[in-house]
């Protein structure tokens, strides 16, 4: 299919598979009992080395997060160290598996790791985001000790923009198949939907390690939400001996329930193999029916739905939680965003974690997938401190050459069974101009472009960068030709004069909303978005009001670690979400943009501390001095909006301003009830309403799970400072300590503070704006107690129960 032929592009489904990263053979999570050594050591990897004193850990670990921050080090990585780390576990591998295969699957390592085996050196995978698998097989001892060492050497910390973490960071398997099995990522789809009914080709690859060629039967069966089966094919091939041999199939659904934005249905697929009579392996795929299509002048639809996409961009840390973040704390973050309207999510800028995308395949979010954000050549990062000295170029363009093309084919195939995954990206700012690319364009005057001033001949040329996309486009397409595949642009201006936009399926402009309609006259069959932009109205309008945009994704959805600034900066804040899960009043005004059920917020702050301008950031406090002048702003996307305290109106009635997008109130101040109430063709649509509050006198704690399901689940506890009456007090800074009692541990108390100096991982914190966010992870069966106590504080508990 040729994408640039036609303005119209329509794409087809491929399926997902949840909770089967590897998707065959039996999985066994082997994430607790693990023993770590922060530092290098000779011979670490031998079989007999006695480990018994080194310190225990559980999988998923992030030696970073734990480690103290130091302003010598760098401002990219939240000026947390990374290191090198060994990691080894001993096994229990039955005698009666001998006869079977034996892999370990890696779901991510960060980074430059090496694996061993009973001394035995397995394989390396230097990218840190690569999930990734080896037969160990050959190394085991059945029946007898088996140990497993890992090696993880980020001593070149600065080699990422923002915090990447450090260790063995997702979830570790142990994997066993018989000698004739699905291969590795080996189930995969693609469906098309015509008047009421999907066709469905499925393709297996059949792997077959056994010592003679075998013919195999593959069994496929479509199963709807309600247990009926609803599509089915069989299907045997011969098999030669060392081959993966890909049987296709093909049936037909009738009346699909398709999976969409906001009925996200899913189906699932039993995958079976047969070796004669005898069942050899078994997977279940959830599958997502839907149809994708892009097209220059109206943008993108949705089951043929034209539609806007909503997007936010989405680093993979978690505050105080590092780069090792449970799927139940994804889950929660997830939802939040979609409260605020957001309905995409561009993973910036690698794979992330298997269980995000099941979750968006759940929730209904779609999602930009991205593989790279430098190719051949490092960007410039602080390597010490923030402006201090020379920038310095660590970074993964070092592997590039060598693991590139494979990195990206594996993300595709991880990944492309998800039916919330609507483009691949093959790089970020990979274009920035200057760093490191540059051309002759960059002379020119006043083209709107942020760089280094001038044609820099020193620096390579901009041209390769359209020879790698080449490469890259090409590669995807070996494994996914359903879905575009895309770029997020820095330098539209520079690009243009290179091969770079035309190679791509569809393109992403990252903050030159000026260049929208330029381009899009310039190159009439080009599919245009916002790949990356600012929280700003006007942003927003350039996707509003022009229908052959369709879409953006903003910088950023939740705050993240790294890329910070001067000390003690403790990473970039542009999120709409902070750390500590608080949606901020620039989320509260996205809101008032995206959502599409009546909604408002009311944010304050002194008339004269702003010059009057309207803020989108106003904090939703009502505590100052009588007589104060203070301005009041409605983020609603209702017509009108009248302002209201202790009852009467102190703001008359006012037109949504489509100019600002905010409408306002100068009022005096006085304690009390401030509430707006927004109306839609003079009835009344909503509400909300701040309150005064009055001295810091308790804590309040709630908890989002009165019982968790086994080891491993997150309970996230919701700590407030309260007054007398109850009301919260958001300007508190009280210092809070939270014990445990029970099967459980404390992961850490999130403020959502900008700062670094803090210690976030242990019991005590203080209060930001009156809040804080616990996660606690259960560790066996039984009931957890909670306390919550500040000095001079009325203290504060909650049970949680462990089935």
Not at 78 to 89: A, N, S
Not at 171 to 187: F, K, S, T
Not at 259 to 279: A, I
Request: hydrophobic residues 35%.
């Amino acid at each position: 299919m040729n994408w640039r032929s036609s303005g119209l592009v329509t794409l087809f489904l491929l399926l997902s598979a949840v909770g089967w990263t590897q998707g065959f053979g039996t999985k066994e999570l082997i994430s607790s009992g693990w023993k770590f050594n922060l530092g290098d050591l000779r011979f670490g990897e031998v079989e007999y080395l006695d480990h018994s004193k080194w310190r225990s850990v559980d999988l998923p670990h992030d030696w970073s997060i734990e480690q103290a921050a130091s302003k010598s080090l760098a401002s990219c990585t939240g000026y947390l160290p990374g290191g090198i780390g060994w990691y080894r576990k001993d096994l229990d591998i039955s005698a009666n598996h001998k006869d079977e295969k034996v892999y370990i699957y890696f779901e991510g390592v960060y980074n430059n790791s090496e694996v061993y085996v009973n001394g035995k050196w397995v394989g390396k995978r230097p990218n840190g985001y690569i999930s990734f698998m080896y037969d160990i097989t050959p190394y085991v001892n059945f029946g007898g000790r088996n140990v497993v060492a890992v090696k993880v050497n980020h001593s070149e910390d600065a080699d990422s923009r923002w915090y990447t973490g450090s260790g063995i960071y997702r979830d570790v398997y142990l994997v066993y198949a018989n000698r004739v099995h699905v291969d590795l990522w080996g189930v995969h789809y693609k469906t098309e939907v015509q008047q009421g009914k999907a066709n469905v080709w499925v393709a297996t690859d059949v792997v077959n390690d056994g010592s003679e060629p075998c013919t195999v039967k593959v069994v496929n069966q479509l199963v709807a939400a309600d247990g009926k089966v609803v599509g089915a094919s069989t299907t045997t091939s011969m098999v030669g001996v060392g081959e993966s041999k890909a049987v296709s199939q093909q049936f037909e659904v009738a009346n699909p329930a398709l999976w969409s934005v906001k009925s996200p249905n899913l189906y699932k697929l039993r995958t079976e193999v047969f070796k004669g009579d005898v069942k050899v392996d078994a997977s279940e795929t959830r599958v997502g029916i839907r149809t994708l299509s892009y097209d220059a002048n109206r943008g993108f639809a949705l089951n043929g739905e034209w539609m806007k996409v909503k997007g936010v961009c989405l680093h993979h840390d978690a505050g105080c939680l590092g780069a090792a973040v449970p799927r139940d704390v994804w889950e929660r973050r997830l939802k939040q965003l979609k409260e605020i309207g957001c309905n995409a999510i561009r993973m910036s800028h690698n794979p992330q974690a298997t269980c995000v995308y099941d979750l968006c395949d759940e929730l209904g979010l779609l999602v930009m997938d991205e593989a790279f954000d430098e190719w051949e050549y490092p960007k410039k990062k602080w390597l010490e401190g923030w402006n201090v000295g020379t920038p310095g170029f660590q970074g993964s363009y070092k592997f590039f050459y060598e693991w590139g093309k494979r990195d990206l084919a594996d993300m595709i195939k991880r990944d492309r069974n998800h039916p919330c995954i609507i483009m691949w990206s093959i790089g970020n700012e990979v274009d920035y101009p200057n760093d490191p690319y540059s051309h002759p364009v960059l002379n020119k005057e006043g083209i709107g472009q942020h760089h280094e001033h001038g044609y820099k001949t020193d620096l390579p040329r901009a041209e390769r960068i359209g020879d790698i996309a080449k490469m890259l486009v090409a590669e995807v397409k070996k494994y996914d030709v359903s879905r575009p595949v895309t770029g997020a642009m820095a330098g539209a201006v520079m690009s243009n004069e290179t091969e770079y936009p035309g190679t791509l399926d569809i393109v992403g402009y990252n903050y030159t909303e000026y260049k929208y309609k330029q381009d899009h006259k310039t190159y009439p069959n080009r599919v245009i978005y916002g790949s990356e932009t600012r929280h700003d109205f006007n942003a927003w309008k350039a996707v509003r009001d022009n229908e052959f945009i369709f879409g953006q994704f903003i910088w950023t959805g939740f705050d993240y670690l790294g890329e910070a600034g001067p000390w003690p900066s403790r990473g970039f804040i542009s999120g709409m979400i902070d750390l500590s899960g608080n949606i901020k009043p620039r989320g509260y005004f996205r809101r008032s943009l995206w959502f599409t059920e009546p909604t408002a917020y009311i944010g304050t702050y002194p008339l004269a501390s702003n010059r009057g301008e309207l803020s989108t950031d106003a904090p939703a406090v009502w505590n100052y001095e009588n007589g104060d002048t203070i301005r009041v702003v409605a983020y609603t996307n209702c017509r009108e909006a009248e302002l209201l305290l202790n009852g009467k109106q102190v703001g008359a009635r006012k037109a949504y301003d489509d100019a600002k997008g905010i409408i306002s109130w100068d009022i005096p101040y006085k304690p009390g009830k401030l509430e707006v109430v927004g109306f839609n063709k003079g009835v009344k649509a909503t509400t909300y309403a701040i309150q005064s509050s009055g001295r810091p006198y308790a804590l309040k704690v709630s908890v989002d799970k009165q019982s968790l399901k086994g080891n491993g689940a997150i309970a996230h506890l919701d700590i407030k400072v309260v007054d007398e009456k109850g009301v919260e007090v958001v300007l508190a800074d009280n210092v809070v300590t939270c014990k445990l009692e029970g099967p459980a541990r404390l992961l850490g108390l999130e403020s959502g503070s900008p700062l670094v100096t803090d210690n976030y991982r242990d019991n005590v914190q203080r209060c930001f704006n009156g809040k804080l966010l616990g996660y606690i992870q259960a560790t066996g069966k039984g009931k957890i107690v909670v306390k919550v106590t500040s000095p001079l504080l009325k203290d504060a508990g909650v049970v949680v129960a462990v089935d």
